[in-house]
Every structure is written in structure tokens, then in C-alpha cells.
């Protein structure tokens, strides 16, 4: 079974500041996907960024990108230029070759202007 | 394009009570689907999926059931909630058949047991 450890619970960040929030995966598996979800306090769970395993190359999208280190089996999120909206719970999960995701336990994020 | 609904969206219950919530998808067919329980200030847990009508498979062993009558509906019963039970729901969706597909998440239910 896989695992998914966010060590930091919560953090915070000045807005227009950069912040790096860590997860550590644990798995047997080659083949799996990494996800970055973002849970405002709408509660509406959306995705911010998706990484393939068999990719080299970190994903980036606007001004989140992700630190895929794949041999260290970690995977961070950092988001650029800090806005007031990026404040949210941010969860890691992994997904295996059958779409099932274990996510971990949410690292709260609060940006302050 | 694909929606998710769940509902209700707030239910407070006395211990023993049952319970029903529901998910229904739009514009897509033939999803997989699941239910996840996020206790507060915790991270998500999976409780059931289900990729095809009728087919439900269960993570974890509790007095809670699910169905899925319909392709896109899937409902998270109880008969008898415990206090254990509170917490927030969420129903979400993924396409059937491809691997790495992400989640599409409803707007959560937030079950309080009293």
C-alpha cells in the first residue's frame, strides 16, 4: 500500500512571496501519477497540478511548479508570487495504475497580505 | 462539459438514525466514482468506488454502505450512524478506463452525528 506524508500541517507565506509546501511518498510501484489538490475554504476540492513518474521534467502551470524528485520519492509544491486566494488546505496524493488516489494529510496554507 | 452534485450539503443526525447522501454526475458516462470522508483537520480517506453500475468496492470496514444504481449516481448510506460518523463527505468522479486521470470533487457534505 502506498503512503503519503505532508510534514508541515500548516505554513504561511507574505503575499507575493514564494512558499514550498514538501510531501514524501512511499511505493513499490514505477508506473503512478502525483497530484497537487487545493481546498479552499469553499471547501470545493480542485486540482493545481498533475506529474507522470515516467517524466523527468517537473510540471509547472502559471506560477505553481513541482520539485519531482523521484529516487528521493518526494514531491513539492512550489507556488510563486503568493496571492491572497492561494490561501487553502493543499493536499499530495498519488495515483496508481487503476486511478485510485491516497492522498495525504493537508498541509493548511495561509497567505497574509 | 461534467458536473458534479452531491447533496445534502449540511445534515445533522441523532446517533442511530440512518442516513443517505447522494452524488450524481453530468455530462460524462461510464465514470468511476467514489466517496471520501475527510475528518476535521485531517486528510481524505477513502471509503468506497465504484467503476460500473452495481460494482462497489469497499477500503474500509464500517457500518456505512454505498450504491451506485445508476451509471452516474452513487449514494453513501448508513443504517445506524455513530458519532464516529461526523465528518465531511466528498463524492468525486474520474474517467473510467485511463490511468492517471485526476479526481473531480462535488461541494462535500458535512455529516455532524449528535
Known amino acids: 500500500a502506498q503512503t503519503v506524508t505532508q510534514s508541515q500541517p500548516e505554513m504561511s507565506v507574505q503575499e507575493a512571496e514564494t512558499v514550498t509546501l514538501s510531501c514524501t511518498y512511499d511505493?513499490?510501484?514505477?508506473?503512478?501519477?502525483l497530484f497537487w489538490y487545493k481546498q479552499p475554504p469553499s471547501r470545493q476540492m480542485i486540482l493545481v497540478i498533475r506529474?507522470?513518474?515516467?517524466?523527468?521534467q517537473n510540471a509547472t502551470e502559471n506560477r505553481f511548479s513541482v520539485n519531482f524528485q523521484k529516487a528521493a520519492k518526494s514531491f513539492s509544491l512550489k507556488i510563486s508570487d503568493s496571492q491572497l486566494g492561494d490561501t487553502a488546505m493543499y493536499f499530495c496524493?498519488?495515483?496508481?495504475?487503476?486511478?485510485?488516489?491516497?492522498f495525504g494529510g493537508g498541509t493548511r496554507l495561509m497567505v497574509k497580505p | 462539459s461534467q458536473t458534479i452534485h452531491q447533496w445534502p450539503a449540511t445534515l445533522v443526525q441523532p446517533v442511530g438514525s440512518p442516513l443517505s447522501l447522494e452524488c450524481t454526475v453530468e455530462g460524462t458516462s461510464n465514470p468511476n466514482l467514489y466517496w471520501y470522508r475527510q475528518a476535521a483537520g485531517r486528510g481524505l480517506q477513502l471509503l468506497f468506488y465504484?467503476?460500473?453500475?452495481?460494482?462497489i468496492s469497499s477500503e474500509v470496514p464500517q457500518n456505512l454502505s454505498a450504491s451506485r444504481p445508476q451509471d452516474r449516481q452513487f449514494i453513501l448510506s448508513s443504517k445506524k450512524l455513530l458519532l464516529s460518523d461526523s465528518g465531511f463527505y466528498l463524492c468525486a468522479w474520474s474517467s473510467g478506463g485511463g490511468q492517471g486521470g485526476e479526481l473531480f470533487f462535488g461541494e462535500g457534505s458535512r455529516l455532524t452525528v449528535l
Open positions: 465504484s467503476v460500473g453500475i452495481g460494482q
Open positions: 511505493t513499490s510501484e514505477n508506473n503512478y501519477y
Open positions: 506529474q507522470e513518474a515516467y517524466k523527468q
Open positions: 496524493a498519488f495515483g496508481d495504475a487503476g486511478n485510485m488516489l491516497t
